[in-house]
């Protein structure tokens, strides 16, 4: 399984916008990247999934290059709600478990 | 929209105890797993379950551990004696399909388990 990196922690500003990269080099040619948040005390939600360049819903973006070694989670004009801990999965397509690491704790000021 | 529920939300248990962690996956998916973390800790997969019997399972998830589904709704992790380091908050999680992927599962809300 590829292993991912990102930031143990990021701050922002209510109304701006935060970009959370993570990389993963060794990703593999059917492996997904998905990203997921987790408030406190609470179970992981699922933000956004790609296989490659943009995507785009109501919560979020997610821009992955054309060599797919990193992706970046784009979450526009942060909220105080916002405030949670975020985790970047590589997760290979038909797969039965998924594999966190410690993900980046956002933390959003007023 | 529907949700994946688990009770307790807090169990407190002594030492070498039996716990049973509750968990009522969404009413059509097919794939039930659970996960727990450490206070502090990553996320952990422990099993997933389909079609009755256990499909994977990891390190973590030994002798203990069980898993069931006693009827059509519930979903059940039997920790058979409890033990410190079991002290941790247990995530339930379900999908809908045969074939999972990461953008299907659905999380509970947890259990959290202290064992004194």
């Known amino acids: 399984l590829a292993k991912t990196t990102q930031p143990i922690s990021m701050d922002s500003y209510e109304g701006q916008e935060v970009n959370i990269t993570c990389s993963h080099n060794n990703i593999a040619t059917n492996d997904y990247i998905t990203w997921y948040q987790q408030f406190p005390s609470q179970g992981p939600r699922f933000i956004i999934q790609g296989y490659k360049t943009k995507v785009t819903n109501e919560v979020a973006s997610l821009f992955i290059p054309a060599d797919r070694k990193s992706s970046t989670l784009s979450l526009p004009r942060v909220s105080l709600s916002d405030t949670a801990v975020y985790y970047c999965l590589v997760v290979p397509l038909n797969t039965d478990k998924l594999i966190f690491g410690t993900g980046t704790r956002l933390q959003v000021f007023p | 929209e529907p949700e994946v529920t688990q009770t307790p939300s807090h169990q407190v248990t002594q030492m070498g105890q039996e716990v049973i962690l509750r968990c009522v996956p969404i009413?059509?998916?097919?794939?039930f797993y659970w996960y727990r973390q450490i206070l502090g800790q990553k996320v952990e997969f422990l099993v997933s379950?389909?079609?009755?019997?256990?499909?994977?399972k990891s390190e973590i998830f030994d002798d203990q551990f069980s898993v069931e589904r006693p009827d059509g709704s519930n979903f059940t992790l039997k920790i058979r004696s409890t033990k410190l380091e079991d002290s941790a908050m247990y995530f339930c999680?379900?999908?809908?399909?045969?074939?999972?992927?990461?953008?299907?599962?659905?999380f509970g809300p947890g259990t959290r388990l202290l064992v004194l």
């Open positions: 379950f389909y079609n009755n019997e256990i499909s994977e």
């Open positions: 009413s059509n998916h097919l794939y």
């Open positions: 999680a379900s999908t809908p399909g045969q074939f999972s992927n990461a953008e299907t599962q659905y």
